[in-house]
């Protein structure tokens, strides 16, 4: 862990990140009282296996469509929403 000002990492801002992108955990201080931490997060994925993505989707909710669209039609105000049509830049 190492213990910057804020000023440091305000200059030093792309380092820091790179340092904390390789694991380093940073401790920011303001007139010398430590004020925030900066660490890297979690692993991050950028790849979900398919598997992975059919097993959360069968355990999802289901969508009841009409109730979905009476709520928005309660939250948006008439003129904003998009004619039955389905064209957005036709206003009714």
Do not use: C
């Not at 340092?19 to 430590?34: F, K, L, M, P, S």
């Not at 928005?72 to 049509?85: L, M, N, P, Q």
Request: aromatic share 6%; hydrophobic share 40%; charged share 40%.
């Amino acid at each position: 862990m190492k213990v910057i000002t804020q000023r440091e990492l305000a200059a030093r801002s792309k380092a820091v990140l790179d340092d904390v992108e390789a694991g380093e955990i940073y401790h920011i201080t303001r007139n010398g009282t430590e004020i925030a931490e900066v660490r890297p997060l979690g692993a991050r994925r950028r790849f979900v296996p398919v598997e992975e993505l059919q097993r959360k989707w069968r355990n999802a909710p289901r969508i009841d469509a009409t109730r979905m669209r009476a709520e928005a039609d309660e939250f948006f105000a008439a003129e904003d929403r998009v004619g039955d049509d389905g064209n957005p830049w036709e206003r009714t």
